[in-house]
């Protein structure tokens, strides 16, 4: 499996299980949603994200 589409699916991941937890038990759960798309936001202008780079160092390809 490729970074690109690992990252997807720990950043698709991060936000349904946020956004349950949000439901289930505390809102102050959707900041933590909002923070995994404040980074995507970001690395759609940079380039760069800290997961991409985890990611890559833990041996994933690239492509």
Do not use: D
Not at 1 to 23: C, D, H, K, N, Q
């Amino acid at each position: 499996m490729t970074v690109e589409r690992t990252l997807r699916l720990i950043a698709g991941f991060f936000v349904l299980v946020s956004v349950a937890l949000a439901v289930l038990h505390s809102s102050y759960w959707l900041i933590f949603t909002a923070f995994v798309g404040l980074n995507l936001f970001q690395s759609g202008f940079t380039n760069w994200c800290p997961m991409m780079w985890l990611l890559k160092k833990l041996g994933l390809q690239c492509s």
